[in-house]
Each structure stands twice: as C-alpha cells, then as structure tokens.
C-alpha cells in the first residue's frame, strides 16, 4: 500500500511539474536568445498593471493567470506571455480576437498564426503570444514550435467550430462571443460565424431545460413570432436590427440565422445547420 501511495505521489507531482512547465514562458528554448530581466507573473486581479486598459480583453475570456519573459539576442528582444484561460474554448476565443482576420491561420495546437514580428497559438486552456522588436520570422517561429510541444493537452478546436455548414461560410469570421450574442443579453456567450448571405449563431446552455426557458424568453422579446419545425422547437421573426432570422433550440444548444437577405430562408438554413449539432 505504502509503495501505491507512493507511486500516485510521484505521478501526481510530475503532472504538477509538467503544468508547471507548460505555463513558463523560457527563452533558452531557441539557441542564441537569453533572458533580460525579471519573469513576470499576473493574476486576474493584477493583469492591469501590465496591460491597463487592454487587461478587460483577456479577463472576458475567462483569464486565469499570465506568465512571461522579455528574451533578447543581440539587438532582437521578444516579449513572450502564456496565458491560461479556463477552459480550451475560452483560450481559442481570446486567439480568434486576437488574430487578423485577413491572413491565414495554421495547424500549430489548436490553431496558429505567424504575422511579422507576432506569433500567437492556442492549445487546451493557453494562449500563447510572442512579439518581436524586430526578431525575424525564423525565431519566432521557432519559438512557437517549441512552445508547443511543452504545452499539454488537446490540439482540437472547440467542436462547435466545426458545426458551421461550409458552403458559402467565411471560416475567419469564426469566434467567440464571450457576452450578448447578437447583443441580445440572454444570449450570454456563443459562436458567430459570417456567411455571405447572413450570421449564424451558436449559444450553449447549463442544461436543455436552461435553454427551454431562454427560448421562451426571446419569444416574449420578440413579440410576434412564427413557429417553426427545427429541433426540439423553433421560431422566425423579422426584427427591425437584426433582419430576417430564425430561432431554434436542439437540447441545450440554441442556434440560428439572423439577418438573413432576401432569397434565402432562414428556416431552411437553420435546418442545415441543426442536422450538425451533435
């Protein structure tokens, strides 16, 4: 019995370790870059003295703590942060608002993107971020590899991501809202996704019986609605903000079209996309 204990302390002890490592920013990672000061440590109620006014946009994803190193190479210095969120769909939300949209993403974790001078990546529960003054793209891109196989954990993106009907889809626009869905506050946090005919929508609640009592609620602030057949119940209503749309709800997920343009069916393509939700 004394040497099981034992065997669960060891094991217990090198996952602490390993999270340990995960969440330490280090430049010895890439050959001929050196620390410069102090490592930096930021809790949710302290990230403001490092970022001040940009600290909001990491605490609405949930923010748990950041670490990170200033890494110099002769006149090169780069500004490496981990950030661990609370859970990978909040670490892929604050990447997608982090990313530029206009260029391409990569298979790098979940998902990557390598811009001049700024490498980000998101795995499991961290965001990474790698800025440079100037470093080239060679060392950041270094950086980020490494980084990579340090973090543990899943490289897959949030399954709702893949949900998305693809036909006519713009997969860049692809993100997190973290508060009021289409700025209707009972829609506390979901996924957008811009087609060129209209926005889907993904909202996921605690519980079925959760999103039942929200759908009745959107009834009532919508006024006048049509039922529909999506799902487990379903509705549409013209809207004078938000255009032709479609509510419905499958379990605890509610979902939709809004601002549908004329010609296309918003019932019909919130169909589509309720045969996905799994």
């Known amino acids: 019995m004394k040497f099981a204990f034992r065997s669960l302390s060891l094991i217990g002890l090198a996952l602490t370790a390993a999270a340990a490592l995960a969440q330490t920013p280090d430049c010895s990672l890439v050959p001929g870059w050196k620390q410069d000061g102090s490592a930096r440590s930021y809790a949710a109620d302290t990230l403001f003295e490092y970022m001040d006014g940009n600290s909001e946009g990491y605490l609405i994803y949930r923010f748990v703590k950041m670490n990170g190193v200033t890494c110099k190479k002769g006149a090169d210095t780069i500004i490496f942060d981990v950030s661990e969120m609370a859970d990978p769909e909040m670490a892929y939300g604050i990447f997608a608002s ?75 626009s692809i993100r997190l ?22 926005k889907a929508f993904l ?33 549409q209503v013209n809207d004078k903000y938000l255009g032709r749309l479609a509510f419905f709800r499958k379990g605890r997920y509610i979902s939709g079209f809004a601002g549908v343009k004329e010609g296309g069916d918003p019932v019909a393509l919130s169909g589509a996309l309720a045969g996905r939700i799994r």
């Open 98 to 172: 982090n990313r530029d949209p206009r260029q391409p993403v990569e298979k790098v974790g979940m998902v990557a993107q390598l811009l001049e001078r700024r490498a980000i990546f998101a795995k499991d529960k961290y965001f990474v971020e790698l800025a440079g003054n100037p470093a080239n793209d060679a060392d950041l891109r270094a950086f980020m590899l490494a980084m990579e196989k340090r973090v543990p954990g899943s490289t897959e993106l949030p399954d709702a991501i893949g949900w998305f009907p693809e036909e006519k889809l713009d997969k860049s």
């Open 177 to 198: 809202v973290p508060e009021s869905v289409l700025g209707i506050r009972l829609l506390k946090r979901g996924y957008v996704a811009q087609y060129n005919f209209g």
């Open 203 to 235: 909202v996921k609640e605690d519980s079925p019986e959760a999103a039942a009592g929200v759908m009745t609620k959107l009834k009532a602030r919508f006024g006048e609605v049509q039922p529909a057949r999506i799902g487990d119940e379903a509705f």
